[in-house]
């Protein structure tokens, strides 16, 4: 496999290379994490099973997505594919010994704000079947991409054919062109037009019927469901590209003293979905919120709407690793009934 990987680096790069030295490095959660170097340069690896290739391939649309605001920094994508038994990613090495001082964190506030507020000027990836930067991707092979819509495939393994990339945001809509994953979970993201159905069916919703499947009891679950239009109700938010996955850990600050975020789970939806998650399991200094407040202040409403949208990460770690966080995820229904 490293071979093939030092030979596709060497492919897109257009700069021979070759692996020196690989050493293990944390990965996330759910895959092995590796340094790769040569004389010169370093890369991260990320593996898993060949299995996951679809999770690793929107991986790197949702990086060249969020690359292309040139707002906040990311990593960028350099290559993925599969060999053998395994799947593999490798992206952009960033050195995140950085202090993380109050004015690294208020700029991450502000880049993160910037980003929110966004807009592509047209379609910048794709129509469906043609390639999305052949540099990342495997140009031409087609992937059994049933993590994507109704397991249909695109020559790059990540449209549905004919359709125009970010079509539905040009309409105004909620969601993105592919579904990615959360964690290792599935993350629907149909183009929804109203934000208060997408939220109810594709986020909590899911997550409930996932959860119902592995054994667990929401007693008030579906009464949830039922008032999620009610608790929107008069909230239009408007489409913002959201990172989707932003607790501490993905979030750093490099040797340079520059904010950094990745391991995204991104999709065009409410602005307030990243924010909520970053109170909830803390990690982010006063001085980031207070950059952000500068340049795109939050909504009215924000602290109730706040509990709604931690609830799906909660429901998720439940699905994901089950023990307490059913617990925690009644009470936060309870709450929001209440």
């Known amino acids: 496999m490293w071979d093939k990987i030092s030979a596709q680096i060497s492919e897109v790069t257009g700069d021979k290379f070759a692996i020196d030295n690989r050493r293990s490095v944390s990965g996330g959660c759910i895959n092995q994490g590796y340094a790769i ?8 690896a990320k593996i898993n099973q060949a299995s996951q290739v679809a999770m690793f391939e929107a991986e790197a649309l949702g990086l060249q997505q969020m690359r292309e605001t040139q707002t906040i920094r990311v ?3 350099i290559c993925w594919g599969t060999e053998g038994n395994s799947a593999y990613i490798v992206l952009e ?20 704000a910037a980003m929110h507020k966004y807009t592509p000027p047209s379609p910048p990836l ?56 959360i964690g290792s979970t599935v993350q629907i993201n149909n183009w929804t037009a109203n934000w208060a159905e997408f939220w109810g069916e594709h986020r909590i919703g899911y997550q409930l019927k996932l959860a119902k499947s592995r054994g667990g009891h929401f007693p008030q679950g579906e009464r949830l ?12 938010p408007q489409p913002s590209l959201v990172h989707g996955d932003l607790w501490g850990g993905n ?20 602005r307030e979905v990243d924010l909520a998650m970053t109170e909830l399991f803390g990690g982010f200094s006063a001085a980031f919120y207070r950059g952000y407040n500068h340049v ?12 709604l949208y931690n609830l799906y990460h909660i429901l998720n770690h439940f699905n994901l690793f089950g023990g307490s966080y059913q617990s925690q995820a009644n009470q936060m229904i309870n709450r929001i009934l209440n």
């Open 251 to 270: 979030a750093g600050v490099t040797s340079a003293g520059e904010p950094v975020i990745f391991d995204p789970a991104m999709y065009f939806g409410d």
């Open 75 to 77: 990593p960028q994508p």
């Open 37 to 44: 170097s040569s004389i010169s340069r370093t890369y991260f």
């Open 93 to 112: 090495w960033l050195d995140l010994g950085g202090r993380g001082d109050d004015s690294a964190w208020e700029e991450m506030g502000r880049k993160l």
């Open 296 to 307: 795109f202040p939050l909504n009215s409403g924000y602290e109730q709407r706040k509990i």
């Open 126 to 181: 794709s129509r469906g079947g043609e390639e999305v930067d052949s540099g990342l991707f495997r140009g031409g092979e087609e992937v059994d991409s049933g993590l994507f819509r109704g397991g249909e495939k695109a020559d790059s393994g990540l449209f549905r054919g004919g359709e125009e990339a970010n079509s539905g945001l040009l309409r105004g809509c909620f969601g993105w062109d592919v579904n990615n994953t």
């Open 225 to 236: 469901l039922e008032v999620i239009p009610e608790l929107l109700a008069g909230y239009e």
